[in-house]
């Protein structure tokens, strides 16, 4: 009668544990996929904020490279693009400059810039900081560095000459 | 009549769990295999990605050099391969190394085109170890003034 | 009769099996659509760098080839130019296309056989035209 129940006793144990393997493994298995999507996003993301600052500001860049137009300079005590523009007779300011953990952009009249603070400028995208250097009088080094620590640098060649920094 | 209890239940249980361990089993090995080749995609993506931030680099600043390659190496921080390519180094995860770095996994090269009136031209290319090209693209900067092959 | 049965127990399995292979689908599912997106960017983003480089390249030859000649050439290597008199000097123009939508516009001054760079800039190829079905203020002040 004890052997019988001893051996009953064993079936449940056995069984039982191999639900608790088979619960185990489930987790682990979820845990590993919830993980390699998490890490595939992170590095994915902070790809894209890297590759996109620096892209977008080379399209602006490319965008504006006319003779005298385009200098490297400060805004506020931060380092800084401005590109010159024209509009019915009245001079125009683009400047890109970082402030605050965002690339910002501020388009404002030749002048006004001095008047407005750092915040005024429209947050493009989150990140750490960036700077502008001439590495040559004509090829211009952007240096981009993320909140998380990863960097990147890009150069761009003006072939309408560059400007001194004011 | 005593009839005794053969445990049946633990019996049926027993084989949902088996079947439930087959059919799980079967899922992951596909998941799994869904993982992998979503994970070479996107490492694919970046591995271009990066080539194209380095042919670009490459590209400026032979412009802005005028076509000069040893100022071009050492904007870029590379090396002479021969009288009319440079080449810059990096390692797996695209930090930049040493000029003649033996162990790198990519190189971006600059190779001088056979001379044109007027204009220096070259072309930029990136590869792997293996050789496979990742990405290339034409430069020609406006010969103002003798470069230094 | 004594039989025990384990009715409460047949079932669980199979629904936390059914639960775990939806989770391990769906993300699965994520995985390899966001990096088949990240892959498309990828490819778009090397598509347009190298269409602006042709550009940059087609179009240095072409002010190469304008400046070499010393004459004014109504079309180099299938790139029409026009030019337009400034005093003693010419400006000549010409555009590469750099993609569908975008164009490489080139000015340059010509002056007794050397090339100033103007323009080299990137501009918008496609028509553009004002949408003006709504009225919008004009900053004048109302009367």
Redesign the interface.
């Known amino acids: 009668m004890n052997t019988a129940k001893n051996s009953h006793t064993i079936d449940v144990v056995f069984v039982l544990a191999v639900a608790c393997a088979f619960a185990a493994s489930v987790l682990t298995v979820l845990m590993l996929g919830a993980n390699v999507y998490g890490s595939m996003q992170k590095t994915s993301e902070e790809e894209f904020k890297s590759r996109v600052c620096l892209s977008y500001i080379a399209a602006k860049i490319h965008a504006n490279d006319s003779l005298g137009k385009l200098h490297v300079g400060t805004y506020e005590g931060a380092p800084a693009l401005y590109l010159d523009a024209e509009f019915d007779g009245t001079g125009y300011n683009t400047i890109i400059y970082s402030y605050d953990g965002w690339l910002r952009e501020l388009f404002c009249e030749k002048g006004l810039e001095l008047e407005l603070s750092s915040d005024s400028g429209t947050p493009v995208l989150e990140i750490g900081s960036v700077s502008f250097e001439n590495a040559l009088p004509n090829l211009l080094s952007i240096e981009f560095q993320g909140s998380n620590g990863d960097s990147g640098k890009l150069f761009v060649n003006l072939r309408c000459g560059g400007g001194v920094g004011t | 009549m005593?009839?005794?209890?053969t445990?049946s239940?633990?019996g049926?249980?027993?084989t949902?769990?088996l079947m439930?361990?087959l059919?799980?089993a079967v899922?992951?090995a596909?998941?799994l295999r869904?993982?992998v080749?979503?994970?070479h995609?996107?490492a694919?993506?970046?591995r271009?990605?990066h080539?194209?931030?380095s042919?670009?680099?490459c590209?400026?600043?032979f412009?802005?050099?005028g076509g000069s390659l040893p100022e071009t190496a050492a904007?870029l921080g590379g090396a002479f391969t021969g009288t009319r390519a440079i080449e810059v180094r990096f390692d797996s995860g695209w930090q930049l190394l040493p000029p003649g770095e033996p162990s790198f996994c990519y190189v971006a090269a600059i190779v001088r085109m056979p001379e044109?009136?007027?204009?220096i031209?070259a072309q930029v290319t990136v590869c792997d170890i293996a050789g496979t090209k990742i990405?290339t693209?034409?430069?020609?900067?406006?010969?103002d003034q003798e470069a230094e092959l | 009769m004594n039989q025990r049965s384990h009715g409460a127990g047949v079932g669980t399995v199979s629904l936390i099996t059914i639960f775990a292979v939806l989770c391990l689908t769906v993300f699965a599912m994520l995985t390899l659509s966001a990096s088949n997106a990240e892959k498309l960017l990828a490819d778009k983003t090397a598509s347009f760098v190298k269409g602006y480089y042709e550009a940059d390249y087609l179009a240095a030859v072409v002010q190469a080839n304008i400046v070499d000649s010393g004459e004014f050439p109504e079309s180099v290597y299938g790139v029409d130019v026009s030019y337009e008199k400034e005093g003693a000097a010419t400006v000549a123009s010409y555009s590469c296309r750099v993609s569908d939508a975008q164009d490489l516009r080139v000015k340059l001054k010509l002056d007794a056989g050397q090339a100033a760079v103007l323009e080299w800039k990137t501009v918008y190829a496609l028509g553009w035209e004002a949408d003006d079905a709504i009225t919008v203020w004009d900053g004048e002040s109302f009367e």
């Not at chain 2, 044109?116 to 204009?119: C, D, I, L, T, V």
């Not at chain 2, 693209?137 to 010969?143: K, R, Y």
């Open positions: 005593k009839v005794r209890s445990g239940g633990s049926m249980f027993l949902e769990l439930a361990i059919i799980f899922a992951s596909i998941c869904v993982f080749a979503a994970n995609v996107s694919e993506s970046s271009l990605n080539a194209v931030a042919a670009q680099n590209a400026e600043c412009k802005a050099t904007l044109k009136a007027g204009s031209d990405f693209i034409p430069v020609s900067s406006f010969q």
